[in-house]
């Protein structure tokens, strides 16, 4: 069974700074999607950034970016020039390529604080 | 025009009570989730609906049962509140079976269990 591991539970960047957001996954399978979300205080889930295991370009929205090191099963999220608006429960997915499995498959999640 | 809609956002009720979260979606989509997110953020798949067929029932007491009316509903009923159940509730749709389309989220229902 496939598995996704957020082992920062939480992190703190200054504002205009930038921070990594670590995740690890496990799976047998090739094929997959890697997902991050974003949580903030109004509970919203919102999708920030997506990557399919097959292209080996690193996906990029704007000022979020991932790291995706397919052999290490790693997918790092970056954000750059950090706003106070960043701040949230980021929690990373993984989603099979395999019709029916269906499942997303959530991290623990990382909460992000941005220091003014 | 909101895309994932539940009702209600907060939901307060005594232990033992029974009570239904509703949700829709206006995103043409075809598949339908049900997470509880416990007081440490973990988000925890619950059930899952395609074209109003159950495909994903997780381990969890057959207190809770889903409903699927229609490819755009999937209601959340729970009987015999516990405290343990109080949490916040998402429901979640996307299209496809698989692949890499991704889960819009609700806005979330706060259950509390007094």
């Known amino acids: 069974a496939q598995t996704v591991t957020q082992s920062q539970p939480e992190m703190s960047v200054q504002e205009a700074e930038t921070v990594t957001l670590s995740c690890t996954y496990d799976t047998s399978e090739s094929d997959y999607y890697l997902f991050w979300y974003k949580q903030p205080p109004s509970r919203q889930m919102i999708l920030v950034i997506r990557?399919?295991?097959?292209?080996?370009q690193n996906a990029t929205e704007n000022r979020f970016s991932v790291n995706f090191q397919k052999a290490a099963k790693s997918f790092s999220l970056k954000i750059s020039d950090s706003q106070l608006g960043d701040a949230a429960m980021y929690f990373c997915?993984?989603?099979?390529?395999?019709?029916?499995?269906?499942?997303?498959?959530f991290g623990t999640g990382t909460r992000l604080k941005v220091l003014a | 025009d909101t895309a994932v809609s539940q009702t209600p956002k907060y939901l307060v009720t005594q232990m033992g009570n029974d009570k239904s979260i509703k949700c829709e979606q206006n995103l043409g989509h075809d598949t339908m989730y049900w997470y509880k997110q416990d007081s440490k953020k973990f988000l925890k798949i619950m059930f899952s609906y395609n074209n109003k067929e159950l495909i994903i029932n997780e381990t969890v007491p057959n207190r809770f049962s889903p409903k699927s009316p229609d490819k755009a509903h999937l209601n959340l009923h729970i009987n015999s509140l516990e405290l343990g159940d109080s949490a916040v509730y998402f429901c979640?749709?996307?299209?496809?079976?698989?692949?890499?389309?991704?889960?819009?989220f609700g806005d979330g229902t706060r259950l509390s269990i007094l």
């Open positions: 997915a993984y989603r099979s390529a395999t019709s029916g499995t269906y499942k997303y498959i």
């Open positions: 990557q399919e295991a097959y292209k080996q």
């Open positions: 979640a749709s996307s299209q496809g079976l698989a692949g890499a389309q991704p889960q819009h």
